[in-house]
């Protein structure tokens, strides 16, 4: 709308009522198959998309530092390709399987930005910055392992992130790693009754000030009930209380990590019927 919106004095959000509709189109190849005799299966996909007339931000800051922030069509058209290949397969027959998971994606994206040595900005008519143009590569490996039989259940996972974002604008690439260990342990004793615990543990790198590590255990047990068809279950939830939420964003012509209020351990009680 080409209303002004002063919520914030020192971001003004400026209206467009000339936009245009962006027309989005994605295309995805997907192939699978079962080993019905190993009990395996692999599957894989590629996708991309393109974006014509997308609606990117266009940011105009005067000299006291004061954003002006307005939609606008794109004149470039952001695009992405990804892709995953998936391997699951049993080593000891119904006793120890494993799984691979492997993916990874390139996008782009586009924004203008533009500094004015200017106090007043006429916002009637708000130029259009330089062109920021941000690609960002991203890839994840992930193995894991789970035992299972008829009293214990085992699993350990690995994972490992990659990301490596650039903007023309600012050439000092941002690449963040993440390092994630976890398992976890189901027993089940008689009377129906299930003890299960998972830990999560994960390392990080290149997110600024937020390079933190953090360890997440939670544990359950329930009970099932009615001849099966109820489950009562306690569950405490980050029993060290150390869950972080740590996330990347990345915009049209910007980056930023953010830290995020989260509920500390807790207790859970729940009943379920079915």
Same mark, same amino acid.
């Given at each position: 709308?080409?209303?002004?919106?002063?919520?914030?004095?020192? +971001? #003004?959000?400026?209206? $467009?009522?000339?936009? =245009?509709?962006?027309?989005?189109?994605? @295309?995805?190849?997907?192939?699978?198959? !079962?080993?019905?005799?190993?009990?395996?299966?692999?599957?894989?996909?590629?996708?991309?998309?393109?974006?014509?007339?997308?609606?990117?931000?266009?940011?105009?800051?005067?000299?006291?530092?004061?954003?002006?922030?307005?939609?606008?069509?794109? +004149? #470039?058209?952001?695009? $992405?390709?990804?892709? =995953?290949?998936?391997?699951?397969?049993? @080593?000891?027959?119904?006793?120890?399987? !494993?799984?691979?998971?492997?993916?990874?994606?390139?996008?782009?994206?586009?924004?203008?930005?533009?500094?004015?040595?200017?106090?007043?900005?006429?916002?009637?008519?708000?130029?259009?910055?330089?062109?920021?143009?941000?690609?960002?590569?991203?890839? #994840?490996?992930?193995?894991?392992?789970?035992?299972?039989?008829?009293?214990?259940?085992?699993?350990?996972?690995?994972?490992?992130?990659?990301?490596?974002?650039?903007?023309?604008?600012?050439?000092?690439?941002?690449?963040?790693?993440?390092?994630?260990?976890?398992?976890?342990?189901?027993?089940?004793?008689?009377?129906?009754?299930?003890?299960?615990?998972?830990?999560?543990?994960?390392?990080?790198?290149?997110?600024?000030?937020?390079?933190?590590?953090?360890?997440?255990?939670?544990?359950?047990?329930?009970?099932?009930?009615?001849?099966?068809?109820?489950?009562?279950?306690?569950?405490?939830?980050?029993?060290?209380?150390?869950?972080?939420?740590?996330?990347?964003?990345?915009?049209?012509?910007?980056?930023?990590?953010?830290?995020?209020?989260?509920?500390?351990?807790?207790?859970?009680?729940?009943?379920?019927?079915?």
């Amino acid at each position: 709308q080409p209303v002004k919106n002063n919520s914030n004095l020192m +971001n #003004e959000t400026v209206g $467009n009522p000339d936009l =245009n509709p962006s027309f989005y189109q994605y @295309l995805r190849f997907m192939y699978s198959t !079962f080993n019905d005799k190993r009990f395996s299966s692999f599957s894989a996909w590629f996708g991309g998309s393109i974006t014509k007339d997308a609606l990117v931000t266009n940011s105009i800051y005067n000299e006291t530092n004061k954003q002006y922030s307005q939609t606008v069509n794109a +004149n #470039e058209s952001p695009y $992405n390709f990804n892709g =995953n290949i998936m391997y699951n397969t049993p @080593l000891i027959a119904k006793l120890l399987h !494993f799984n691979s998971s492997t993916s990874g994606g390139y996008n782009m994206r586009y924004g203008y930005t533009s500094r004015k040595n200017e106090t007043e900005i006429d916002t009637e008519n708000l130029t259009l910055g330089d062109l920021s143009k941000t690609g960002r590569v991203n890839a #994840e490996q992930q193995l894991s392992l789970t035992f299972t039989q008829k009293v214990i259940e085992l699993g350990a996972r690995g994972t490992v992130k990659y990301s490596n974002t650039i903007n023309n604008l600012n050439p000092t690439p941002s690449t963040t790693y993440d390092w994630t260990g976890s398992g976890n342990l189901v027993v089940h004793l008689p009377y129906s009754i299930n003890i299960s615990s998972d830990i999560n543990y994960t390392a990080r790198k290149g997110y600024s000030n937020f390079d933190l590590d953090e360890c997440i255990w939670n544990a359950s047990i329930d009970k099932s009930l009615f001849k099966g068809k109820g489950v009562l279950a306690v569950k405490w939830n980050d029993i060290l209380q150390q869950r972080l939420n740590i996330r990347q964003i990345i915009g049209d012509n910007y980056i930023s990590y953010n830290k995020f209020n989260t509920l500390t351990s807790y207790f859970l009680v729940s009943f379920s019927y079915k």
